[in-house]
Every structure is written in structure tokens, then in C-alpha cells.
């Protein structure tokens, strides 16, 4: 009966798994995308945030999904290395909090991550000239980590239940 049931077998979870994930990674992208022209103000905090809340380790497939697509679209350069740690570390904070459901400790977490978001950056900088250069330019974006861990807040406080509603209700439904 199980090879007639194609969506309670093991073979059925894994492909719904990958769809899923896969669309997920794309909605990271679209995210960026669409909010490229705003300095500092991105969903994809949020959205990896409520990934990892939801599906734990599981999180980082649809976020490297998300990182390859970046680097398809725009090459290769010195922020691609960024991008290959940065939102592991987010993963990695969130993880031991995760079954912790308060927007305001979400939002104080994504608010954090904006704020040391240019001093994970500046870590790419680190090689190309040093403690000093590196220094210099986290220093010169510190004013973007402002805005990034203002908007981070506010973005995640109001959009962390919600989000988290419609993913707990999606990997219900796909029994996932």
C-alpha cells in the first residue's frame, strides 16, 4: 500500500522537503531582490530567523540555496565569502533559542545580527589589508549597522509570528 501512497513514504517526505526548501530559498532571494534598493533594510534576517525556529538544522539548506542563487546571479567577489558565513552564524544563534516563540527576543536577535552585521563583514576585509583596513571599514559602515539593527527590530517583531504561523502551518499540512 505504501508504493500506492506516494506522500506517506519516506521517498514522498524527501521530495516535498526539497521542494519546499527549495521554494523557501527562492523566497530569500525574491526578498533581497525586491529590497535591494533600500540600504540596511532586508527580510532575509527575519525569514532565516523563522526558517530555523521551524525546521532547526534543516535551515541552512534553504539559506545555501539562497547563497548560490546570489552568487549565479552576481559573480563571485569579495562579499561572496561574507555571504558563506554570515547567515550560518545567524543559524547558529538561533539554534539554541528556537523553541522560544517571543517576537521581542526574535527582534532583539535580528536587531543584534544588523548591528554586527558590518563587523562579520569587515572579517573579508581582514585579508585584503589587514587589522587596520578591516578596522577602518567596519568603523566607516557603522552607521549602516544602525539602520540595519533599527530596521531588523521592527521588521522582525511585527513579522515573526506571522511568518512563524504560515510555516508551522505548511510544514503541517506537507507533513514535513
Known amino acids: 500500500m505504501s508504493s500506492l501512497c506516494q506522500?506517506?513514504?519516506?521517498?514522498?517526505?524527501?521530495?516535498?522537503?526539497?521542494m519546499l526548501f527549495s521554494m523557501l530559498?527562492?523566497?530569500?532571494?525574491?526578498?533581497?531582490?525586491?529590497?535591494?534598493?533600500?540600504?540596511?533594510?532586508?527580510?532575509?534576517?527575519?525569514?532565516?530567523?523563522v526558517y530555523?525556529?521551524?525546521?532547526?538544522?534543516?535551515?541552512?539548506?534553504?539559506?545555501?540555496?539562497?547563497?548560490?542563487?546570489?552568487?549565479?546571479?552576481?559573480?563571485f567577489n569579495i562579499w561572496s565569502y561574507f555571504y558563506i558565513y554570515c547567515w550560518a552564524v545567524l543559524i547558529i544563534l538561533a539554534l539554541p533559542l528556537r523553541h522560544i516563540k517571543s517576537p521581542v527576543l526574535w527582534a532583539m536577535v535580528a536587531g543584534a545580527f544588523g548591528l554586527i552585521f558590518g563587523a562579520l563583514s569587515a572579517v573579508?576585509?581582514?585579508?585584503?589589508?589587514?587589522w587596520?583596513?578591516?578596522?577602518a571599514y567596519w568603523i566607516n559602515g557603522l552607521l549602516f549597522d544602525f539602520v540595519h539593527c533599527?530596521?531588523?527590530?521592527?521588521?522582525?517583531?511585527?513579522?515573526?509570528?506571522?511568518?512563524?504561523?504560515?510555516?508551522?502551518?505548511?510544514?503541517?499540512?506537507?507533513r514535513i
Do not use: D
Open 52 to 75: 530555523t525556529c521551524v525546521f532547526g538544522w534543516y535551515a541552512f539548506i534553504p539559506t545555501y540555496v539562497f547563497v548560490v542563487i546570489q552568487l549565479v546571479l552576481y559573480g
Open 25 to 49: 530559498g527562492a523566497v530569500l532571494v525574491i526578498m533581497q531582490v525586491a529590497l535591494a534598493g533600500l540600504a540596511n533594510i532586508e527580510l532575509v534576517s527575519v525569514l532565516i530567523i
Open 150 to 174: 533599527a530596521a531588523n527590530f521592527v521588521i522582525t517583531l511585527f513579522l515573526y509570528k506571522p511568518l512563524l504561523l504560515i510555516l508551522e502551518y505548511g510544514k503541517e499540512k506537507l
Open 124 to 130: 573579508t576585509s581582514l585579508f585584503i589589508g589587514g
Open 7 to 18: 506522500h506517506t513514504n519516506k521517498k514522498g517526505t524527501q521530495l516535498r522537503r526539497m
Open 132 to 135: 587596520s583596513f578591516a578596522v
